[in-house]
């Protein structure tokens, strides 16, 4: 599905124009959208009557784009990803999705000065040249719902190629992957899917790919040789849940093969308390928001442990009942929660992170070059900090 | 030009009494005395009141006189309506059903929402979106119990707004409630809770609430009032939270079963994010301690460590 056409207004920097990809993107849209604006202009007055999913801007990045995940408040784990956020907003339209309460400004941004990004990120790399980096472009935005997305992803495979010690991850919930798999990736890109139920994609995740489309995508791409990985994040609770979920790891089965899939996510439904009126306002017929959901340690509202529970259990042993499965992990949850699905739980972040180098070290030989060691791990640092 | 307004020294005769056009406002007769200005506007050979409707219930003999702030007849509503909440909201903040009133006048008398919102959205303190005009509108269909109780629970307009999301009829279940004068905090508890049901659910209210018994609960007169409240509560929580709620009640069967002597308590994370047992001593005196020392035998372990699994 093309999202270009959802943009009704396309804004260019003066200074975005003289990067050579910014051409490529505007050949996309017709001239009468596009409007040339100076680097400092303030547009928010033209586009309040816009919804920011429909108003594009190109610009050039100011500062330091490559950071690491903010994660969530210390009481749950979470795992050291770092992610490039050339993109900021989606078009598309899921129901419980944070970004488009989390991102206060006008437009769905696009950085177009490439060049500069990837030597950030180089630069950061290369100061930790023992750990092993997962780096993603779907934190802040799909990696491929729009065509600047897709041609940043394009050349960012090529540059992870001949990265020694970074994984990219490009998450998505579109299913047109064509334009990737001719491309020299050297192993070093994963391409990651966002999965629901297709009864939860028919009522939440509007305007996305549906559930068989992605994963036919995901088997072309593993056909390419790209390793793959898959979020079920959010898992949402509906009455029929064991059987919905059963079905859609069957799918996920009879389409890709375990042996390919770099990890895999699991996540329940989580946001902060003031987005649930916002998510009744604009979605009035959705039904999330009356789940049975608590504050959590970190103030967000999600499913009583009680509630998600039970549906970690059943989902994580449909996933591991599988020879040499995938290796899975916990988004934002709480070691509580791993003991008592996984029956152990990583020591802290960095043991997490290096839980992953470890895992992908050994199910993907030749990946890593030097067995990973925990210590480079609990040294780190995230991307956007610098070492004292 | 703008006509602007003057003032004046007026005669309490001088008021059309039966003039009510702005009389949008709360009446203040209870807790204040008279406003600090009386605001008038010239109609025909009398004066009508904008502000200060309760000089004409004080009694005053027909030449008394009276300072007065005084629009001319040709005045428009807007620029009037401006002055009248800008004096009110210097004295107090508007109740949401007083907003809405002076909403609904500046609709009737056919002005713009773009020009309401410029002119008195910005006295108001509210953020411009036009939007909100309606969602205020949506007030005047409240029913005179709510908006009594909610007046006098001074409720935030949050919870107004919220209620506007009851049909009339759905708002007149709610009676039986309010006439138990439950606080604020319940009442929003268990109505967000109703409400929530029923999206849910996909059910009516009157489907719920005949399913919760809500009205034999309510009209309940063996019952306490405090008792009524806390039953209903409990049912709306427990069909609310269905699993939750089971869950709790697990947890308390299992903590019933460990005999505590009465200087301890135990305490458990109620929405489960914890699996910790938080056991609390009062200690006095020597019997506590050996209280203490007593309770602590292989079967009472065994219970607490029950009571830590069921969590």
Avoid at chain 1, 298 to 326: E, F, S, W
Avoid at chain 2, 241 to 247: A, E
């Amino acid at each position: 599905m093309n999202h270009n056409n959802r943009f009704q207004r396309v804004y260019i920097t003066e200074s975005a124009l003289q990067d050579s990809v910014t051409g490529d993107i505007l050949s996309k849209f017709p001239s009468r959208i596009q409007r040339i604006v100076p680097d400092d202009y303030n547009f928010t007055a033209d586009v309040c009557d816009l919804d920011p999913k429909t108003v594009l801007l190109l610009a050039r990045s100011q500062g330091d784009i490559v950071k690491g995940c903010p994660g969530t408040d210390k009481s749950y784990l979470c795992c050291n990803y770092q992610v490039i956020n050339q993109t900021q907003n989606c078009p598309m339209h899921c129901s419980y999705c944070i970004l488009q309460f989390y991102l206060n400004q006008s437009a769905t941004v696009l950085y177009t000065n490439f060049d500069e990004i990837f030597a950030e990120l180089k630069s950061k790399i290369e100061r930790q040249p023992k750990r092993f980096f997962r780096i993603g472009t779907g934190e802040l935005g799909d990696s491929l719902a729009i065509d600047g997305s897709v041609l940043f992803a394009k050349q960012a495979i090529r540059v992870f190629a001949e990265m020694p010690n970074a994984l990219l991850e490009l998450k998505s919930k579109t299913a047109d992957v064509e334009g990737l798999l001719h491309l020299e990736h050297n192993g070093h890109t994963v391409l990651a899917w966002s999965l629901n139920p297709q009864e939860i994609i028919h009522q939440n995740e509007f305007t996305t790919a549906q559930l068989i489309p992605r994963l036919a995508a995901a088997q072309k791409a593993a056909e390419a040789g790209y390793l793959l990985a898959f979020h079920f994040d959010p898992i949402l609770f509906y009455p029929n849940w064991e059987k919905l979920y059963s079905e859609l790891i069957d799918e996920l089965y009879r389409h890709i093969d375990p042996e390919r899939i770099a990890w895999i996510s699991l996540g329940s439904l989580r946001f902060p308390p003031s987005m649930k009126e916002k998510i009744i306002e604009r979605y009035p017929n959705t039904t999330i928001p009356y789940s049975e959901m608590v504050r959590g340690m970190d103030g967000k509202l999600r499913y009583a442990r009680p509630l998600r529970l039970p549906m970690y259990k059943l989902i994580y042993q449909k996933l591991t009942a599988v020879p040499n499965p995938p290796f899975i992990y916990f988004c934002m949850e709480s070691p509580l929660i791993w003991k008592e699905v996984f029956g152990k739980a990583p020591e802290n972040n960095a043991h997490l992170d290096f839980m992953f180098a470890e895992s992908l070290y050994r199910r993907f030989p030749g990946l890593i070059s030097e067995k990973p060691q925990r210590i480079h791990y609990n040294e780190g640092f995230s991307l956007d900090a610098l070492p004292e | 030009m703008k006509p602007a307004a003057k003032p004046a020294v007026l005669t309490v005769d001088q008021i059309d009494k039966s003039d009510h056009h702005y009389d949008l406002f709360l009446s203040d007769s209870d807790e204040y005395h008279f406003t600090d200005t009386i605001i008038v506007q010239k109609a025909g050979r009398d004066y009508r009141i904008v502000d200060g409707f309760e000089i004409i219930n004080a009694g005053l003999p027909d030449h008394y006189q009276f300072p007065a702030v005084c629009f001319p007849e040709n005045a428009s509503v807007l620029t009037i309506l401006r002055t009248l909440v800008e004096t009110r909201v210097k004295k107090c903040p508007l109740f949401p059903i007083e907003t809405a009133r002076v909403f609904q006048m500046i609709r009737d008398n056919g002005i713009s929402d773009i020009d309401l919102m410029e002119i008195l959205f910005p006295v108001l303190g509210l953020k411009a979106d036009t939007m909100l005009i309606d969602r205020y509108l949506q007030l005047l269909f409240l029913t005179k119990p709510i908006v009594t109780y909610l007046i006098k629970k001074n409720a935030s307009v949050k919870t107004w707004l919220f209620i506007t999301k009851f049909t009339r009829d759905d708002q007149s279940d709610l009676h039986d409630l309010i006439r138990l004068r439950p606080t604020l905090s319940v009442f929003e508890e268990i109505v967000s809770s109703l409400y929530e049901i029923q999206k849910r659910e996909s059910l009516t209210q009157k489907e719920l609430l005949t399913q919760m018994q809500w009205t034999t609960l309510l009209t309940d007169e063996n019952l306490e009032p405090k008792e009524r409240i806390r039953q209903i509560r409990n049912a709306v929580f427990r069909r609310r939270f269905p699993l939750l709620s089971t869950h709790r009640e697990n947890v308390e069967k299992t903590l019933r079963r460990i005999s505590l002597p009465e200087n301890a308590g135990i305490h458990y994370d109620d929405t489960f994010e914890k699996k910790e047992l938080q056991l609390h001593w009062l200690l006095n005196t020597e019997t506590d301690i050996d209280k203490m020392r007593n309770f602590y035998t292989d079967d009472a372990i065994q219970k607490i460590q029950l009571l830590l699994d069921t969590l």
